[in-house]
Structures are given as structure tokens and as C-alpha cells.
């Protein structure tokens, strides 16, 4: 049988601070340069969720586009779209949220939702060239 990658692209606006608490601002600032900004800085995220697998005989699907759809809107867009990650996404209280970051919390929030047959990689885009791929746990 084939394998099928079906991949479904959202969207979020979020603000973030890439910082350590533990370091001085002016180590900060020589690490993470403008982005450790203590005011925080913004960003128009692009997010690409892919599944593959095998296509359901009986459907058509690799999977439904509106249960991914749905599923990342729950678990995805409702937690960061339009938040502080730093102070609002609990998963970022002792997490720096650098994309690679975010990229794992999205690909954890989403997996126990995707039947295990399936891959699932997520592709997070911070600007039009800057983006990060993660695919699970090696």
C-alpha cells in the first residue's frame, strides 16, 4: 500500500521573550540579541501539520481534514493565537519559546490525537525564512 502525506497549514499571532531568568540582561541580550527585548516582540506564525499513512479503503483519507483542522484549532491556535506564550502558555513557564520549542509542544499537544499508524511532523514558520521541522522523538 502507499503511504500519503496529507497536510493542513494555520495560522497564529503571538508575542514571546527569548530569555533566561537565571542570566543577566546583558548576557541575554549578547545570546538572544533584540529578541530578549524585555517588552517582549511579535510574531505572524505559519504552521503546517503533515499526517501520513496509509489510505483507508473505505474512505478515501489518510485522515479527515476537518477533524485535523478542528484538532489544531483546539489544541493549537485557541492556546497561542494572540498570547504572551512567556506568561500565558503554561508550557512556557520554564520553557524558553524559540520556534524549535514551540515546534515540540505543538507536535506533543497534537499527537495523543493522531492514531498511532500515522506520522506526524510539524513545520512552524517565525518569519517567511525562518522555520523549524519536527517529526517526534528519535
Not at 12 to 33: I, P
Request: glycine share 2%; net charge negative.
Amino acid at each position: 500500500m502507499n503511504k500519503v502525506t496529507v497536510c493542513r497549514k494555520a495560522h497564529f499571532n503571538a508575542a514571546h521573550r527569548l530569555y533566561r531568568k537565571d542570566w543577566s540582561d546583558v548576557k541575554n541580550e549578547a545570546v538572544f540579541d533584540k529578541c530578549s527585548n524585555p517588552y517582549y516582540h511579535g510574531h505572524n506564525y505559519e504552521l503546517i501539520v503533515s499526517v501520513a499513512g496509509q489510505i483507508d479503503s473505505e474512505t478515501g483519507y489518510v485522515m479527515d481534514m476537518k477533524v485535523l483542522k478542528d484538532l489544531i484549532k483546539t489544541h493549537v491556535e485557541d492556546a497561542f493565537d494572540h498570547k504572551n506564550l512567556n506568561e500565558q502558555v503554561p508550557e512556557f513557564a520554564t520553557l524558553i519559546p524559540t520556534a524549535e520549542n514551540m515546534a515540540v509542544v505543538i507536535w506533543d499537544k497534537l499527537r495523543p490525537h493522531i492514531t498511532a499508524a500515522h506520522d506526524l511532523s510539524v513545520t512552524l514558520y517565525e518569519t517567511p525564512r525562518n522555520f523549524v521541522r519536527f517529526s517526534g522523538p528519535n
